[in-house]
């Protein structure tokens, strides 16, 4: 190629300083255009395309004379864009719903009377937990359903999903194996709003038939089918945890005269522990965030279950809050669920820290450097 | 693995107890599958044979399959049949049913006897303890087969005797819910042929090591069974009830170029007279994806090769996997909430596709991030120093080396990731809704040019568009009865396209990967 000199320019002699500072302009020019067309359409301004277009001609100018060096910031751009966007969804998200923590205070997790502990009033009582017309908004309720949608989901996906692994990563033989392997990837590709349909037109009705339900729709059919749905994700993150634990170790247990069961039970299962148990952790996020089956299954009435275990009684989750409010929602209302987001966004961030950080030990403990 | 050795240890013993241990695998097998038809209602306590309804013959499969169980461990026992089991038991199957030993007890005791709880608690775990010991410290063919057996035989009994018959109720207190025996006597036969087929597969093997194996490999063999049957079914199902009215009307004459498929290629008109199709909903779809992809995509594939080619191994790239996995973990409807905060407001104020597009490309960024990553960094490094020693730039090796060769994981990974994306349904409804309509919009014919900032402006791209997903939900939400043809239907259409982005990317991985292992 005939610009590629100008990329290993570095080690001539005249071109250097001539090179370094075209490259040095260019990527000047690009990153302040960037900076400024970022700032232009947080304000919210029309002329947010004269910057874009500045950009846009810096690097097409750079990728003509400048190429390898052009390629490293463009691709560095785009390396940070993902942690700006996470960082953006963060301070939108928390900026919106403010208002409401500070008007609500601990009551935002409130119940409709006080919770004492030996006689100290821990969250005063809200009276009633959501009112848009009192702007009372407790986030106890939701919070409630996720949790309990969120355990039977793990009942489901949590125990079949590891044993599916299992099947996968160790039992199977390998013609088996490609084809399980792209069904359950399959399983994961059905959009949660078909399972929603099929929760909605089918499974509600049938346990309102049949099983003498209050009303249509409650927390066990939707853990369930949340389950089903975190399952694949469960099922390929532990068969990865599986296929990581050395050959050597399974060998040497074969070796003594170990049954494979009894390798599997006593070796890939302790040594890829943390393995298996972040990929439940990923599977609980995924429960935890799951909108549209919550959304079209559960009533969404704002009420605790009566009493609270009832897991056949109808409620109300933190995705299913949103999805199905926002539609008439504004001023605190909206920023109400805004905080249900935040809720939301910090568990599952933080699942998703702990499940890395766990994944991460393990490797170093399967390398040996811990 | 290695099934050779289990053979020979089994070889051993009689024909007859093998085909005994068969039979009592095939009678189980049979009774699952009559209590899941039942459960769900195909078949029903009416359908009746030789004087006997389905639940009776369920029962009497159950409590035959018990009793074979119960022989082949007393014939174990006694020595009549050679086994090698261990002198005790062991802890799972111990747990396992002083567990159901307790579930039992205790449901007796409160639930049909009304005993309060602190006699019915006392009650269950006694004979939770008595029935896990027994199975610790029992022989293990008899630890094994006589709770198993018991099993079956105390269900099969309780139907034949009528203590549970169709009829029956069950509404426990605290729960909203009454369990009907129709529903009961098929779960609970499922769960006792399950457990006496564990002991029969066990008992094959002749119990010990090679047992406990057996019987867990049939176990977990059997799960992963259910899994893709539930896949086929879910899938056989939506087929069946959306084919016909999502394939109604199909002309197709290749003579006169004429083409019509009019579930597809008609609008939703709301005239009762003429039947409705998605087809905005189509183009809404494609072109969120068109836009998703170009949003997503460069900046995706841009990281990967960052992170993996120039960036060292240190803080920055850590903190980058951190965001990666954080946001590929991020829920779908936050996602959705960011963009009515961030993107609606600077686009006009109103739900549009161009925020819908945006979102759903911020979606497809960490999922493409970590297939790209994960299929650059399996290019060997044989490969760049090669390139390098022949004294091509680093550059240059990344674009004629690395990334040809990443190429089709790349590719698999936007394939697998626009399959994900283009059923979503949480953040479009907050950033660009769009429900049922007649006319697709048209993004191409929109673009104008004016004379003030920001001199390009596209009508469609800043209204609200339709999408197969949402379509689906504004079914839903505008009341399924007398639509329900409709949304089974837009259910089909959209699971065809999803999944057929799936099986595509799916076969592309399957195709390279064995182009590699061949090379």
């Keep these: 190629m005939k610009l590629s000199n100008t990329s290993i320019a570095g080690f001539e002699g005249r071109s250097v300083t001539d090179a370094d500072r075209g490259v040095l302009l260019t990527g000047l020019v690009g990153g302040a255009c960037l900076l400024v067309a970022f700032g232009l359409f947080l304000s919210n301004s029309t002329l947010t395309v004269v910057p874009v277009s500045g950009f846009l001609a810096a690097t097409a100018y750079g990728w003509f004379n400048h190429q390898a060096a052009t390629v490293k910031s463009v691709t560095f751009l785009a390396t940070v864009a993902t942690t700006v966007i996470l960082g953006l969804i963060s301070i939108f998200l928390i900026a919106r719903s403010i208002p409401v923590f500070q008007h609500m205070g601990i009551r935002i997790f409130g119940l409709t009377e006080p919770v004492r502990v030996f006689g100290v009033t821990l969250i005063p009582g809200v009276g009633e937990l959501w009112s848009t017309s009192g702007d009372v908004y407790s986030l106890t309720p939701m919070i409630w359903g996720t949790l309990m949608t969120t355990v039977i989901a793990m009942l489901v996906a949590g125990p079949l999903g590891v044993a599916g692994a299992v099947f996968i990563a160790e039992i199977a033989p390998p013609t088996v194996r490609e084809s399980v392997k792209p069904g359950i990837e399959i399983l994961a590709g059905i959009p949660s709003i078909v399972y929603g349909w099929l929760g909605f037109v089918l499974i509600s009705p049938f346990v309102y038939d049949h099983l003498g339900t209050p009303g249509l729709g409650n927390m066990a059919i939707v853990g369930v089918v949340i389950g089903l749905m975190a399952l694949p994700t469960v099922v390929s993150v532990a068969e990865d945890a599986l296929t990581s634990v050395p050959n050597s170790m399974k060998d040497g247990s074969l070796a003594l005269g170990a049954t494979d069961w009894q390798t599997i039970k006593g070796i890939t299962m302790p040594a890829s522990f943390s393995g298996v148990s972040a990929a439940v952790l990923l599977g609980v996020g995924r429960a935890v965030g799951e909108t549209m089956a919550a959304t079209v299954i559960l009533s969404n009435v704002v009420q605790l279950p009566e009493p609270l275990y009832n897991v056949f009684g109808n409620t109300i989750s933190l995705t299913s809050l949103i999805a199905s409010q926002y539609g008439n929602a504004d001023g605190m209302h909206m920023q109400a669920l805004f905080a249900a987001g935040v809720v939301l966004f910090v568990s599952v961030m933080f699942l998703s820290i702990v499940s890395q950080a766990v994944e991460s030990r393990m490797k170093r403990k399967l390398e040996g450097q811990a | ?519």
């Design chain 2, 1 to 519: 693995m290695s099934t050779v050795t289990n053979r020979s240890l089994r070889s051993d013993q009689g024909d007859g107890f093998v085909r005994l241990t068969d039979s009592v695998v095939g009678v189980g097998m049979t009774v699952i599958g009559l209590s899941v038809l039942a459960i769900a209602r195909v078949i029903t306590g009416d359908t009746a044979a030789f004087g006997l309804n389905v639940f009776e013959w369920v029962a009497l499969a159950l409590a035959a399959a018990g009793l074979t169980v119960v022989a082949l461990g007393v014939g174990s026992f006694l020595g009549t049949f050679e086994t090698t089991p261990e002198e005790r038991g062991t802890v799972g199957p111990a747990l396992g049913f002083g567990g159901i030993a307790f579930a039992a007890g205790g449901l007796t005791a409160s639930q049909t006897l009304g005993l309060p709880l602190v006699v019915s608690l006392p009650a269950a775990l006694v004979a939770g303890l008595a029935v896990g010991g027994f199975v610790t410290l029992a022989r293990e063919d008899l630890g094994t087969t006589l709770p198993a057996g018991g099993l079956a035989l105390l269900v099969g009994a309780l139907v034949l005797a009528d203590v549970v018959t169709a009829g029956w109720t069950w509404a426990p207190e605290g729960f909203s819910v009454t369990f009907p025996g129709y529903m009961v006597i098929p779960v609970l036969a499922v769960v006792a042929s399950l457990v006496a087929c564990w002991a029969a597969v066990s008992a094959r093997s002749g119990f010990g090591a090679a047992g406990r194996q057996s019987a867990a490999y049939f176990l977990v063999g059997l799960n992963a069974i259910g899994m893709l049957v539930v896949l086929a079914t879910l899938i056989l199902f939506i087929g069946v009830k959306g084919f016909g009215r999502a394939t109604q009307g199909i002309v197709f004459d290749p003579l006169a170029f004429e083409f019509r498929w009019p579930f597809v290629m008609d609008g939703y008109n709301f005239r009762p007279d003429v039947a409705n199709g998605v087809f905005p909903a189509v183009v809404g779809t494609v072109w969120l994806v068109i836009g998703a992809v170009l949003v997503g995509v460069p900046l995706a594939v841009g990281a990967a090769v960052f992170l993996s080619e120039y960036a060292e191994r240190g803080r920055f790239t850590q903190l980058v996997e951190v965001a990666t996995n954080g946001l590929w973990s991020t829920p779908s409807v936050v996602f959705g909430l960011f963009g009515y905060a961030f993107l609606v407001p600077r686009f006009g104020n109103t739900t549009s596709l161009l925020s819908g597009m945006l979102v759903l490309g911020f979606m497809l960024l960490p999922l493409v991030t970590i297939t790209s990553r994960e299929a650059i960094k399996a290019v060997p490094d044989e490969y760049r120093d090669a390139s390098a020693a022949l004294g091509v730039s680093q550059w240059e090796t990344i674009r004629s080396v690395v990334v040809p060769t990443a190429l089709p994981g790349i590719v698999t990974g936007v394939i697998l990731g626009v399959g994900r994306i283009a059923g979503e349904t949480a953040p479009i409804l907050l950033v660009m809704a769009g429900g049922l309509r007649d006319d697709a919009p048209s993004v191409i014919g929109s673009f104008q040019f004016v004379a003030r900032p920001p001199f390009v402006v596209n009508d469609a791209l800043l209204q609200s568009a339709p999408a197969l997903p949402y379509q689906l939900y504004a079914t839903i939400t505008a009341g399924v009865s007398g639509n329900e043809e409709f949304g089974w239907a837009t259910a089909f259409v959209l699971l065809a396209v999803v999944l057929s982005f799936y099986a595509i990317g799916v076969g592309t991985r399957i195709y390279f990967r064995r182009r590699l292992q061949h090379e």
